[in-house]
């Protein structure tokens, strides 16, 4: 149901992958609420095909950019502002990567060089993301920017590995260009520390079903779902939040909030 919450707004979406994507659902809600939108992620994922059948299906742009690149994502913005015909409503960044997770490396045994590119891909790209932003004053006052991150940022989740300090790096990120982009242009940034969820990235961490299944038992509401994630990104975008900046809010069915839980201790 639509209640053109985003009516005459304009976003940019980082990282729209697959239907599994929590960018995914981000977009076809913000596109239900009356937002136009472009679609953005790295050239390679533009493989899979389908970002493109995504693009088609919510008549919106897809601009492939890599974001740990300034060029791109300067070209990104040109053109986002040219299709859009003016200035950014509302961005999200739904990006991250690690090759030592994807290769199996365990914490204690990192190659350092996968390392500092899982933070390029994870961390810093949200802070070239803003940089690009603030010089090219792409931003309309007012506006969102949000990041997808994880309480691993706060909490050990040993099989997380350095994913944990990519998120704990991105949310001082979002604080500290936050104030800045709140005293000139009166823009919010967020991030939003979501519940596991099943997506292509999610799923490739180490005895991921399992913590899901615990996560689900923890938390009195359950895991928070990839659709109710874009609920949420949705009102963070709306006016109805307009001053609420710097902070992480978690969005996790009350996990983040409990010590133990009876159903976990049943199992």
Known sequence: MSNNLLAGKKGVIFGALDDKS????????????????????????????????????????????????????????????KALDGKIDFVLHSIGMSLNVRKKREYTDLNYEWMLKTFDISAVSFHKVMQTLWKMDAMSDWGSILALTYIAAQRTFPDYNEMAESKALLESFARSFGYHFGERNKVRVNTISQSPTKTTAGSGVKGFDEFFDYADKMSPLGNASADSCADYCVLMFSDFTRMVTMQNLYHDGGFSSMGMSPKVLEI
């Open 22 to 81: 929590i960018a995914t659902k981000v977009a076809e809600r913000c596109v239900e609420e009356g937002a136009q939108i472009i679609l953005t992620n790295a050239p390679v994922a533009m493989r899979f095909g389908e970002i493109q059948k995504l693009g088609e299906r919510l008549n919106a742009p897809v601009i492939p950019a890599d974001a740990t690149s300034t060029e791109d994502l300067e070209k990104l913005f040109q053109d986002s502002m």
